[in-house]
């Protein structure tokens, strides 16, 4: 049974950072992609990053530069660093064990595994 334990949200500033993290049990955890997404309220759920099993990573245009993905294999670990937060990263935040192809670039295909989420919120 794949489980997946998203932690680290919370109110922060402006200009702010936090470090998600999502714990994954059940899988292969080394042989698989994982994801990022954040869904804000009245609006689709929508890719933020994800890494590949080969460390490959692909960042959503709306936060590049500023939030990093990563992974510790020996933890069954995902985080996402997230850094000069503004109001509209405010969003649940969910992590996702999928897959990666390449047809010209790098894609992920997510499955339908899902964490519980966690709330980030950027606000003074």
């Known amino acids: 049974q794949v489980q997946l334990v998203e932690s680290g949200g919370g109110l922060v500033q402006p200009g702010g950072s936090l470090r998600l993290s999502c714990a994954a049990s059940g899988i292969f955890f080394s042989r698989n992609a994982m994801g990022w997404y954040r869904q804000a309220p009245g609006r689709e759920r929508e890719l933020v990053a994800f890494?590949?099993?080969?460390?490959?990573?692909n960042y959503a245009d709306s936060v590049s530069g500023r939030f990093t993905i990563s992974r510790d294999n020996a933890k069954n670990t995902v985080y996402l660093q997230m850094n000069s937060l503004k109001p509209e990263d405010t969003a649940v935040y969910y992590c996702?064990?999928?897959?990666?192809?390449?047809?010209?670039?790098?894609?992920?295909?997510?499955?339908?595994?899902w964490g519980q989420g966690t709330q980030v919120t950027v606000s003074s």
């Open positions: 996702n064990v999928g897959g990666a192809y390449r047809s010209g670039t790098v894609y992920y295909a997510p499955s339908t595994n």
């Open positions: 890494i590949t099993s080969g460390a490959y990573t």
